[in-house]
């Protein structure tokens, strides 16, 4: 039963990290969580001013691969298998850049696909 109620203290500390990301991104003009179709041109064109890089730190290290990481290591300290400080700052660091650079290397190719008209418009046959 304590493992369980670890784990959902991890989600818990995850996804409060992720509700202050998203008020933030908001406060800047950004909202990670709405999908409008209209707003789709403009944001895309928002996201190409910002960069491939700023783009992958912003929206995969500085949030999901935040929250994994600070998931991870909450759950380490509490159930007691933690070695300190140091070791769970390397483990935070860890998982932070590699799921947020998972993260935000696949959300930035799905956000910045250029779309394809239907059906596609193919050359005249000679």
Known sequence: MREVAVFIAGLAF???WLAIWAGFLHIFGFSPFRRKIED???KRQRLKRLG?????L???????GFAFGLAMITMDVLSNRSRGWV???IKFAF???FFGLFQGFG???NEL???VSFPPAYPPVK
């Open 14 to 16: 995850a996804f409060a």
């Open 40 to 42: 789709s041109a403009s």
């Open 87 to 89: 070791s769970e700052s």
């Open 107 to 109: 959300s930035w190719r």
């Open 95 to 97: 998982f932070a850049v």
């Open 52 to 56: 491939k890089l700023r783009y992958i």
């Open 113 to 115: 696909r250029d779309p």
């Open 58 to 64: 912003t929206f995969g290290v500085l949030g999901p």
